[in-house]
């Protein structure tokens, strides 16, 4: 199901345990060379990397919506709110107030380090759950999510568990419970102790408690979040109005009494029905210095500079660079007139270096309010008056037998009745039900906003048992079609405008039967096995991803949280990606012998490389026929000379 974009709250409850500081060893991407490469990290670490992907995200999405906590459980002090309101829940810290990210919240996560004092998984997860929920309140249609990361060396208060996960299931709060070495189908962790043991049991029990829950290995969930995820969200609506057979005043003819003004008004609303998949977008930021009141309203210098360092609140970085996006703003110039040229003697003149890195000359400044809105039609600019600001969404019909597929353009969108409208229903529904019987369909002149650019679309009837609207997409303006003609593929004409038989260039009867074959033996809709063993299509439209889209994303959030690439090197494409990149093994052994004989029906050759002329070197001296004496190496450097 989708969901909301934004509106999220989602609590990191981190494991700070002495046990976490235990070193492990993990594969890092392999060397230039291909060698193997490794590097030995704590468990705290590898458990803190899931945590900062997760945060990249919700920094490149940019939502204000979209925010997130942290709360440590295992630190030296305590600062929690319930300890604060009745005691209790102690070495609970309340790390990072729920808050939009930022760069800095991400140098917080990264300092991170263990304590020397155990701590309570489940004190943590009920200290997040009211965090949460005071800060949302009654705010019914925010998600809350809560993610627990623990090794499970620690012992826990199991008493009253089942009052947690029916609180956890009013809330209606997505929990996931990562483990350090948990075991999973993969997965069988060798000499594990028996505390460990036991608290996965319970966590199991627990997580059959949660309606939803996901448990898994930190292994697990480092890779699924180097699978490429398409995630399903809900569109916000936009409310329109749709005009009928509406008219301008200055449209109307004299004789018409005012009666052409007159048509039929739809409140309908509009949302995305597809969205483009685009690139990451490289956003560029500004350091401001210390961070104060930053990412909770906190201070990160130490104010007790004796404490010990073991406890995980006190290893906040003591300057915390807060970063903030470059804001534009806008001023209005006007051009400045171009210089009159002037004839110069065929003299060759030396300019000075720094000329072409000169700012440009402005003209006056000029106020926005003094400028005029205008639209570039071709070469010209087309003014146009206030009321293009309010300039209505109109519709028009046109025979839907005259339409081509590739007129499409751009996304789809769906346009439907106001729900709170019942003659708006009626009257769209009407409409589309009309448009149906006559087989046409509605090119819509589509604004989308005031003041914004006319767009011309194609609305497309759908009736449905449960409700009537249109599906709509821009189409091209008739000045923006071409037609190309190519030359014809079997039909070859001399110079006296016969029709030639054979020709290298024309196909044969054995030429078309050995592309056939070719293209049978490449078939792919049963070259892939189902789980039942049946033969099914080898490739999924739903499985496959833009490599482009997900290996920069991988990239950018990489590079985020690693800054040194050259000991933490990017990790290799997930094999989802890359899975649809190589024609399967099996259908290009049994296409080969097919392949040999389409070649030689063919006559297929080698083209050889066309070789390209030496260019002729101009050793014409620059100081040749004139009075200056200078070196070539004075002016540009020693390597300019050459050998």
Not at 39 to 61: R, S, Y
Not at 120 to 134: E, N, P
Not at 262 to 290: M, N, T, Y
Not at 340 to 362: G, I
């Amino acid at each position: 199901m989708a969901e909301r974009a934004g509106y999220t709250v989602t609590m990191f409850v981190i494991d700070v345990s002495p046990s976490m500081a235990k070193k492990r060893e993990i594969q890092l991407a392999p060397g230039p060379d291909g060698e193997e490469k490794t590097k030995e990290i704590t468990n705290l670490e590898w458990a803190l990397e899931f945590v900062l992907l997760k945060v990249q995200e919700m920094i490149f999405a940019g939502r204000k919506t979209d925010q997130c906590g942290v709360i440590l459980f295992g630190t030296k002090k305590t600062k929690n709110c319930i300890n604060e309101a009745n005691g209790g829940y102690d070495h609970v810290t309340e790390y990072i107030p729920i808050a939009q990210p930022t760069q800095h919240t991400l140098d917080l996560i990264s300092a991170i380090k263990p304590s020397k004092v155990e701590g309570d998984a489940v004190d943590g997860l009920i200290v997040a759950i009211q965090t949460q929920a005071t800060y949302l309140g009654k705010k019914k249609s925010w998600t809350r999510k809560i993610t627990v990361l623990t090794d499970g060396e620690s012992p826990l208060n199991t008493e009253d568990w089942e009052s947690t996960a029916e609180k956890l299931n009013e809330l209606d709060v997505h929990t996931t419970i990562i483990g350090v070495d948990f075991d999973d189908e993969d997965f069988k962790e060798e000499d594990k102790s028996e505390q460990k043991a036991q608290n996965e049991e319970f966590y199991q029990q627990l997580g059959s408690q949660i309606e939803k829950c996901l448990i898994g290995s930190c292994y697990q969930a480092l890779e699924d979040c180097a699978l490429p995820d398409i995630k399903m969200v809900k569109p916000a609506a936009k409310h329109i109005i749709l005009r009928l057979g509406y008219h301008y005043p200055d449209q109307v003819e004299d004789d018409d009494d005012g009666e052409a003004e007159k048509g039929i008004e739809i409140s309908a609303r509009v949302h995305k029905v597809s969205s483009k998949a685009s690139p990451v977008s490289l956003k560029r930021f500004i350091k401001r210095g210390v961070a104060r009141d930053g990412a909770g309203g906190k201070s990160t210098q130490q104010d007790d500079e004796d404490e010990e360092m073991d406890d995980a609140e006190d290893t906040k970085p003591d300057v915390g660079a807060v970063y903030a996006p470059v804001e534009r703003e806008t001023r209005y110039h006007l051009r400045p007139p171009a210089p009159e040229k002037k004839e110069e003697d065929d003299e060759v003149k030396l300019e000075d270096a720094d000329a072409e890195h000169e700012v440009p000359t402005l003209g006056d400044l000029v106020d926005a309010e003094d400028l005029v809105k205008g639209f570039k039609y071709g070469a010209t600019w087309v003014l146009v008056d206030e009321e293009f600001d309010k300039l209505p969404t109109k519709a028009g019909i046109e025979g839907g037998h005259r339409f081509q597929r590739w007129y499409l353009m751009g996304e789809i969108y769906s346009l439907s009745a106001d729900d709170k409208s019942i003659r708006s229903q009626i009257a769209l529904s009407s409409f589309i039900r009309g448009m149906v019987i006559k087989d046409v369909l509605a090119i819509v002149r589509w604004v989308h906003a005031d003041g914004a650019d006319p767009k011309m679309a194609i609305c497309c009837p759908i009736v449905e048992v449960e409700r009537d609207y249109l599906f709509m997409a821009r189409v091209p303006f008739a000045e923006d079609l071409r037609n190309y003609t190519f030359p014809s593929l079997d039909v070859l004409k001399n110079k006296k405008g016969e029709a030639a038989t054979k020709h290298p260039f024309l196909t044969t009867d054995e030429m078309v039967t050995a592309m056939e074959k070719w293209v049978d033996k490449m078939d792919l809709m049963e070259a892939a096995e189902g789980d039942d063993g049946s033969p099914e299509p080898w490739f999924d439209m739903s499985a496959s991803y833009n490599p482009a889209i997900h290996r920069l994303k991988t990239a950018l959030f990489h590079g985020a949280v690693f800054p040194d690439l050259e000991n933490n090197p990017i990790p290799p494409p997930h094999p989802e990606l890359t899975k649809y990149l190589e024609p399967p093994p099996e259908v290009v052994e049994r296409s080969k012998r097919a392949l040999e004989k389409l070649k030689k029906a063919v006559d297929v050759k080698l083209v050889p490389p066309k070789v390209r002329g030496k260019k002729k070197v101009n050793e014409v001296d620059a100081t040749m026929h004139t009075e200056d004496d200078f070196d070539v190496t004075d002016l540009l450097g020693e390597d300019a000379a050459g050998p």
